[in-house]
């Protein structure tokens, strides 16, 4: 199929132009040449390469509502992936879960969800991708989910969690001035502590365990801690030889990014404090922050803002984190503030994310690259919306409003 965008202002990688973009084959053929095939009249309209998520975890929602209250895996996925659609978003990869506390995020389910992306993925309407959320302190069941997801065609990237010792951390440490997780300068806390059980409530809720309960299974997986490193280092190894993108998540120190970086983790999601991002922009590593820390204004636990590292230069992604419209939303605030050039806020969520994945055929308006395209309506002083939205050239969603 054959179509040409007419009239529409364009973002391309380096300027912003109003012209016609063509369309063919799910490629973009011609930028700026005469109509061909069928004419989508664009005119006052902005034509943008698609939105690219790379971690999203909001599909959570689809699967459990309500506190263990959950959905049938088809269902939430149906849902997720129209949400995608609809929000501009034409690669997502889900950040899927593979930890040792039961219920939501346990191993067995995040399984089920990647295989259930794998077989109905001819009746979904964006490319729906698995970024592996392994929580390092979770070992042999994820090892075995993590090797068949490498081999799958999903392609996933992998992200190296530790919430466990950020649980386990000292009282009088805050999440952003924890040493480096595998460092003699780690504190920790004492399981005995009554104070744990706060900590603790809400993951044993999520659970759906009594805090007792919960506390004894940490017990005993805080008893691994010695052999963390190496399943790090056998998780990383399996990803370097299937050519997955790796990431360290809510890294605190230049030394945890370092780390990482030696086991081929060269993507920095989240960094929590400026000396971490430094590190990774001074060795070259692409950092990611949370669409939602940009569009609210601030991260919600007390982090790195994700405007003021915009303008400083240390982002080159967002990602809609837990909350899909919260990319749209976020670009929007970042033009509002000035925060940088409106094409180059628009790379944040296209072309950024898909150089961090080693997604070379898509994330900007080029001849040659796939079609992955939204039609915005974006008038002066309001918010973005997002009216059409095209994978490889094709259809996903269109939205016709009332005026």
Known sequence: MEFTFRGATVYLPDQIV????????????????????????????????????????????????????FFPIDVAVFDTDRQLAANGIATAYHAVTLGWEPGLR???????????????????????????????????????TIERALQAPLTPSIAFNDHTSMTMRAFDTAIQDRAFEHSPDFTTASLDDDRLRQR??????????????????????WDR?????????????????????????????????????????????????LAAAEAARESGDTIIFGAPNAARGGSHIGSLGAGDMVEAGLCDALASDYYYPAMLAAVAKLDAERRAERHAIWSLVSEGPARSMGLNDRGRIEVGKRADLVLVDWPAGQR????GTWVAGRCAYRGLPAA
Do not use: C
């Open 106 to 144: 346990a191993v067995a389910r995040g399984a089920a969800f990647i295989e259930a992306l794998v077989d109905l993925a001819p009746r979904l309407t964006v490319e729906n991708r698995v970024q592996l959320r392994w929580e390092t302190f979770a070992f042999d069941e994820a090892f075995a």
């Open 384 to 387: 973005p919306a997002i009216r």
């Open 200 to 221: 603790t409530a809400g993951h044993a809720k999520r659970a759906g365990l009594d805090e007792d309960t919960y506390l004894d299974l940490l017990r005993n997986v």
């Open 18 to 69: 109003e012209t016609n973009v063509t369309v063919a084959g799910g490629q973009i053929v011609e930028v700026g040449g005469p109509e061909q095939g069928e004419v989508i009249d664009a005119t006052g309209r902005i034509l943008a390469p698609a939105l690219i998520d790379v971690h999203g975890d909001a599909f959570e929602r689809q699967l459990m509502p309500r506190p263990n209250t």
């Open 225 to 273: 801690r010695g052999d963390v490193p190496q399943a790090i280092a056998k998780v990383a190894e399996a990803g370097k030889q299937a050519g997955a993108p790796m990431l360290s998540h809510d890294d605190t120190r230049a030394e945890t990014r370092a780390y990482f970086r030696d086991l081929g983790a060269q993507v920095a999601e989240f960094p929590m404090v």
